[in-house]
Structure formats: structure tokens, C-alpha cells
């Protein structure tokens, strides 16, 4: 997934008449550059979006998934500081199975088998909630609820994965072009994905071929990928990397893809509190 743009130049009347323009004259002048630049740069994210969607896959394959279920291995790296506290001394790591479901239009499952837990983590729409359950005892677990925030979050998550960049305004949201920016030597545009104020998806392609490079997230984070998997004709990352603001990272890496399987909707329910 990936894109590029040039920073609009300034107007030739700015340039011409620089302090001749009648105040009272501004504003509508205002509203003449904004009503040319505008479609302009709006016609710049269009075209980022699709080259992006081509390298992907054609606008058929990706229109038709409804589901997709990727199966891998999770790997957590959290940096142990030096008793000093100046610096990780080295890294525990931690290698997990892993599943996650994408379903539209808005449900989504992960679950993370660790050394001793289940954790599992669950979006219905407008309902979520998370489930850790002792691996030696399936009667011994723990249901929260998860609150309005991180349901907003999921929700953005889950339209990123199943709507390969297109149509977020349909769902309230908006794209803002940031302009071309050099990401590792590789020129790139950058696209700022809005799903609120609050949550943004910064991504950077490719110019050359509408790859995507890296993602950033409104909370600091940073999101690349590495190799690829092609299923029915659509290309998936082989491996995901996720880097927190705080330094923690954590590494999928996919082994299985299955799109459009029929999940129940018992998958994402919320469990009954009085199960065993």
C-alpha cells in the first residue's frame, strides 16, 4: 500500500501583487485559492490511494474480501534496563501463537497464546471486550469491558486492514496529503489517514510503485513491513513490526491467510459472565 505528491506553489497573484490586495477584498480571494488548490490535492490523494490499491491487488480482489484471517507467531521485545537505568542491558523475548480476524464491517478477534495465559481480544461493532484465561485451568478467567476509547481504536484498526486505504470517507473520516519525504532513501508521499483527532494513521509510499514504506500512529508509534504473502491475488506483509513510542516492539510474522471465510457472529459476542 503506498503513494507521492509536491507541495502546491504559491499563487502567481501572491507573487505579483504582494501588498496591493484590498483587505476587504482577502477573504473572498481565500475562498477562490481554496476552491482551486482543494480539488486539486484532493485529486493527489485519489491518485496515491489507487496506485497504492494497485500494487495490492486489483480493485476486484480487494473489493470482494469480507474477512481475513491471518494465523502466525507474535514476538514481544521488551528492553531490560541496567540497574544504573541508563540503558537496556538486553532483550526478553517472547514467542506466542497468534490469530487474528478482520470481518466487516466491524468485528475483529486476536488471540495471543502465551506461557501460561490466553489472551484474547475481541471487537462487535460497538461492543469490545478482552478475556485472559489460565492455560491450566479454563475455569479460572477475567472479562473487562473495554471502554469507549479503545473501541474507537479497534474499530479504526479493523477498517485499516479490510479497506486497503479506500473510502474512509464514507465513514467520517478524512485523508490529508503531507507532501514527499524521504523514508530510508526511498522517495515517498505521505497520506495522513483521519479517523478523529484522535486517531490517525500517518503512511508513507513509495512513489515509484505505491508500496507502503512505514506507518506512523497518532500515539507515536511506528509500523513497518517486511517480505509478502500473495493470497487470491492480494498481496499481505510476511511480517509486521510494531514499535511503541515507550521502545517496546513486537514482530509478527504471518504464516497462514485465509480471506473471506464466513465467521459466526458467536465468535465476537460477549461471553456470558456465568460460563465456565
Given amino acids: 500500500m503506498s503513494f507521492p505528491l509536491r507541495k502546491t506553489a504559491p499563487s502567481a497573484l501572491f507573487r505579483v501583487f504582494p501588498h496591493r490586495m484590498n483587505l476587504r477584498l482577502a477573504p473572498l480571494f481565500g475562498v477562490l485559492v481554496l476552491a482551486v488548490v482543494n480539488p486539486v490535492r484532493a485529486d493527489v490523494a485519489d491518485e496515491i490511494i489507487a496506485k497504492a490499491r494497485s500494487h495490492l491487488g486489483s480493485e476486484s480482489a480487494l473489493d470482494a474480501i469480507s474477512t481475513i484471517h491471518f494465523t502466525g507467531t507474535l514476538e514481544m521485545v521488551d528492553p531490560q534496563p541496567k540497574a544504573d537505568g541508563k540503558a537496556p542491558s538486553s532483550d526478553r523475548l517472547e514467542k506466542m501463537p497468534v490469530e487474528i480476524i478482520f470481518q466487516k464491517p466491524y ?4 488471540v495471543v497464546n502465551r506461557s501460561a495465559l490466553i489472551d484474547v481480544t475481541v471487537l462487535d461493532d460497538y461492543d469490545g471486550w478482552a478475556r485472559i484465561t489460565d492455560r491450566t485451568n479454563s475455569k479460572k478467567w477475567k472479562i473487562t469491558l473495554l471502554d469507549a476509547e479503545q473501541i474507537k481504536q479497534l474499530r479504526a484498526n479493523t477498517w485499516e486492514n479490510l479497506h486497503f486505504f479506500a473510502g474512509i470517507d464514507k465513514r467520517g473520516g478524512s485523508v490529508k496529503v503531507g507532501g514527499d519525504v524521504a523514508v530510508d532513501g526511498v522517495d515517498c508521499v505521505k497520506l495522513s489517514f483521519y479517523h478523529s483527532d484522535r486517531i490517525v494513521f500517518h503512511r508513507y509510499f513509495e512513489k515509484s510503485s505505491g508500496r507502503l514504506v ?9 509500523i513497518r513491513e517486511e517480505g509478502e504473502l500473495v493470497v487470491d491475488g492480494v498481496r499481505f506483509p510476511k511480517v509486521i513490526i510494531n514499535k511503541s513510542a515507550s521502545g517496546q516492539s513486537s514482530r509478527m510474522t504471518i504464516e497462514k491467510v485465509v480471506l473471506n471465510e464466513k465467521i459466526p457472529a458467536t465468535e465476537f459476542a460477549v461471553p456470558s459472565l456465568a460460563a465456565d
Fill in 107 to 110: 468485528q475483529q478477534k486476536m
Fill in 214 to 222: 512505514k506507518t506512523e500512529t497518532s500515539s507515536g508509534g511506528e
